[in-house]
């Protein structure tokens, strides 16, 4: 086995997780990327083909393998530019994505990145380490290195007609930080061939019991059979209250349950674990009352879908601005009126921010409040509309000055139940409120996926495919609306009860 630059990053991150991933093929499934992994994936690809418009007389090494490290000896052979050229030596493997012929038979190093900034000096897919992995294998392979070089995108460029590669790109010469890096990198590469090779499980342990959930990755439960799949780690925030999750570890309690009554915990832990233990929900229903008297008729039920890629694709974008392509908005003009469903899905490729703010403007009055769930999201949206196109700022201020975030119940503990599990997403809200509803049958269930679906469906040719992914957007984007809808009437209905 070789190690390549990926499987050395996840050994540094995990050790344990790395051994897992190359022994234990039966994970791989387990390790299948989701649709927004991918389309991230994507963009990295899309800013390694923008960067490479850097090096007009660079050459791809197309072969895999043995068969690219040789391609790559013919083409340096030839003093050429070099696209993904490959390197091997003493158990590792790398593709470089750019080498270039530098004076006196040297050569520089690029690592192209998909990020506005440098990573460095975290644990997480350090760009420093990455590019010094790199650089020892080429260096052990016989390659002279001048300078180590990472190319970034520039976060304050603003896309103005064609793409200009040269504001978009930034270079970042990096052979300090290489030099630095280098005693450690080498080292862990030597103990990471030893630890790779052993064929028997390493009983090393996996530790992340005493990490939160987000922190675990998809192998955790076959480390720990004896963690509940809802279990202490899921407490809200704990993982940002270390001591707290230790303590209850090192007492053997995984389940909420378990946990003493004069357990040291926030008021919304506290709650969860109350639910939890109980099964009894907490409903504030004087305060539930008042946030929704303090909602002014009528109500817009509000939701955005955006994409955010690497690369602008309009005028007046930076990378990773997001395109606001789709909304959904439902509108009830009285208590006993029934909602009104207006959508908007842009098919083209083109900035969409001139219609969905004509429209918006058009169907959201003076009068009334705009429901979201997630303030933040959508008035950052409208708020770079209206610094992308300051003519309409006006109406854009004034919607989010309507904005009210039909969340916030659920974040204030008005209403905890002990199936949203900590959660106050919607996804985790909806079933516990209105368990007829679901988003269970459609094809698009997450604002990540309908990200990715829509970048599909403006660039593909086939008609059927466009129209059958346009169906699932608007699937996807009226029920986000309708299931705010319907679980503002269901709290309604409970505040109200006697
Ligand atoms: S759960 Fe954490 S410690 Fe365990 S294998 Fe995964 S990443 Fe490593």
């Given at each position: 086995m070789l190690i390549t630059k990926t499987i050395f990053l996840d050994y540094l991150i995990c050790r344990k997780n790395c051994w897992l991933k190359v022994h234990r093929p039966e994970f791989i499934e387990a390790f299948a990327l989701s649709e927004l992994e991918l389309q991230l994936l994507e963009q990295g690809d899309d800013v390694e083909r923008a960067a490479r418009m850097l090096f007009p007389a660079g050459v791809l090494v197309v072969k895999t393998g043995a068969d690219a490290v040789r391609e790559t000896q013919e083409l340096m052979a030839k003093g050429a530019t070099i696209f993904q050229a490959a390197f091997s030596s003493g158990g590792f493997f790398v593709r470089c994505d750019v080498i270039s012929p530098a004076p006196e038979g040297a050569w520089d190093l690029f690592e192209i990145k998909g990020n506005n900034a440098l990573k460095e000096?975290?644990?997480?897919?350090d760009h420093i380490t990455d590019l010094t992995f790199q650089a020892i294998v080429a260096e052990r392979a016989g390659v002279t290195l001048r300078n180590r070089t990472v190319i970034l995108l520039n976060k304050t460029y603003v896309r103005s007609g064609a793409l200009d590669v040269d504001r978009l790109l930034q270079q970042m010469e990096c052979s300090p930080g290489v030099a630095t890096k280098h005693p450690d990198t080498t080292r862990a590469m030597d103990e990471a061939l030893v630890y790779l090779k052993q064929t028997d499980e390493p009983q090393?342990?996996?530790?992340?019991?005493?990490?939160?959930?987000?922190?675990?990755?998809?192998?955790f439960p076959y480390s720990h059979?004896?963690?509940?799949?809802?279990?202490?780690?899921?407490?809200?925030?704990i993982g940002a209250s270390k001591k707290k999750l230790a303590d209850l570890i090192d007492r053997g309690i995984f389940n909420l349950e378990g946990i003493p009554e004069e357990f040291n915990l926030s008021r919304a832990q506290k709650n969860q674990v109350y639910v939890a233990k109980t099964g009894q929900s907490i409903i504030d229903k004087v305060r539930i009352r008042e946030a929704l008297a303090s909602y002014q008729w009528p109500l817009h039920f509000l939701d955005y879908e955006t994409f955010a890629p690497a690369i602008p694709m309009f005028d007046g974008y930076g990378p990773y601005q997001p395109i606001p392509f789709q909304f959904s908005l439902h509108i009830l003009t009285g208590p006993d009126a029934e909602p009104a469903h207006f959508e908007f899905l842009h098919d083209e490729l083109s900035d969409p921010t001139g219609d969905v703010v004509r429209l918006l403007d058009e169907h959201i009055g003076a009068d009334g409040s705009v429901i979201v769930w997630y303030a933040p999201f959508e008035r950052g949206v409208n708020t770079e509309m209206a610094a992308r196109c300051p003519n309409l700022a006006t109406v854009l201020t004034r919607i989010n000055g309507q904005i009210r975030d039909l969340r916030d119940i659920f974040v204030d503990q008005h209403y905890v139940h002990e199936g949203f599990k900590g959660s106050t997403s919607i996804k985790a809200v909806l079933p516990v409120l209105?368990?007829?509803?679901?988003?269970?049958?459609?094809?698009i269930k997450n604002g990540g996926i309908a990200s990715a679906r829509w970048s599909e469906m403006i660039t593909t040719t086939d008609g059927a495919e466009r129209s059958a992914i346009s169906g699932a957007l608007k699937d996807y984007c009226e029920l986000d609306t309708f299931a705010m809808y319907a679980i503002w009437k269901e709290l309604n209905a409970i505040a109200l009860s006697q």
């Open positions: 000096g975290i644990d997480d897919r090393d342990g996996c530790d992340c019991h005493y990490k939160g959930r987000s922190r675990q990755c998809s192998t059979p004896d963690v509940p799949a809802y279990s202490v780690h899921d407490i809200v925030r209105v368990p007829d509803l679901s988003y269970e049958h459609l094809d």
